[in-house]
Every structure is written in C-alpha cells, then in structure tokens.
C-alpha cells in the first residue's frame, strides 16, 4: 500500500494491515544503553505518552525487561549481590554481554522475586505499557548456587524453577489478570501456566 508522509503512526500501520491486532516487543524504550544497567529501566521522554496512544489505537505495546541479570557495574550491585547466585567459593556467578558484568540472581530470593514485580509496575503502571517482555527468565538455563542465604537446597535442586514459579505467579495475578500478557524468551515448561507468551 502507498503511505502518505503525512500520516500519523497509526493510520500508516491500518492502512498496511486493517484487519490485523498488532503488537511490538520494544527494546531500547529506557535511557540507558542496551545490555546495560539491569535492572534498573529509566524511560526516554514520552514513552508513557507514546504507549498511551499505541492503546489508544489497539496496539499491544511490550517493553523490554531483564528477568535474570543485575549490572555489576551499579552501585546498587553491593546491595543486591546478596541475592545473587554465589559459586563454592561464595563469589556471585557471572554473566557477561560484551564488556559488561552481570551478577545472576537467584529467584529463590524474595528481594529479587519482588523486584521482578516492581519491574513490571513500573513498565505497566507507571508507563502505561500493556504488555511486558521478561527477557531470559524462559530460554536462560539454571545455575547452581551455593548461597547458604536464601535458604534453598545448596548446589542443585528444583528451587531455580519453584522461585521463578513464586515470582511470575504474583506477577500474573497482578498483571495477566488485569488483561495485561506476560512474556518471555524461549518456551519454558517449567512456568507455562504462568506466562502468556514466549
């Protein structure tokens, strides 16, 4: 279809497609550099009103977050490295994405399951998105933890997947329930009940 360059967003993507409930996974919608600064999402000016049109004109509007991984670089980290998943030596186990670190956490702990809920009031509450992307949390395989801290079987054990169940059920209630769907990467069994799509 010929676009007119006047056209506003909305009316350029009806016209495309009429008939057809769209929506869009969006990264980059925070200040911060991608793969970068986890878990703390700060959003660019406009982002709020921007989602309030997509909802407007019935588009699902899906910003990206980070279910798994804290910036080591934050000065937050020295609070949160507590509830990082800790090798035998008890260092935290590490992720990195090009030059930077990233702590993993444990979702067995309860200061990272709620902060996996403020992610989403954040994104769904305080910035009118509706819809949120959990990045990782589904396609990112288990690592072992020996932190005596949070109180789960140290090393292996069913705890990876029972604290993300613990987590995503508080999530979904609160936000899948209110119509608002719950994403993640890659199918992961383990929580199927418990996200909307992956």
Not at 7 to 35: E, H
Not at 92 to 115: H, N
Not at 124 to 138: F, L
Not at 167 to 172: N, Q, R, W, Y
């Amino acid at each position: 279809a010929e676009i007119d360059a006047g056209a506003t967003f909305n009316s350029m993507i009806r016209s495309a497609w009429p008939d057809v409930k769209l929506g869009f996974r969006w990264y980059c919608w925070n200040v911060q550099p991608f793969d970068t600064d986890y878990p703390e999402f700060f959003p660019q000016p406009g982002v709020k009103e921007f989602c309030e049109e997509a909802r407007q004109g019935g588009y699902l509007v899906m910003p990206y977050v980070n279910g798994r991984l804290w910036d080591q670089g934050l000065r937050s980290f020295r609070y949160a490295k507590r509830d990082c998943c800790a090798d035998e030596e008890g260092k935290p186990v590490i992720d990195k994405y090009g030059p930077r670190s990233f702590g993993v956490m444990c979702p067995y702990a309860e200061d990272w399951q709620l902060t996996l809920v403020d992610m989403g009031a954040d994104v769904i509450e305080g910035n009118r998105a509706n819809a949120i992307y959990y990045d990782q949390i589904s396609c990112s395989r288990p690592k072992l933890s020996f932190n005596p801290s949070h109180g789960h079987p140290l090393g292996g054990g069913a705890w990876w997947a029972e604290g993300y169940r613990k987590a995503l059920t508080e999530i979904h209630e609160r936000f899948s329930a209110a119509g608002v769907p719950v994403t993640s990467e890659g199918a992961a069994e383990s929580w199927i009940d418990l996200v909307d799509g992956h």
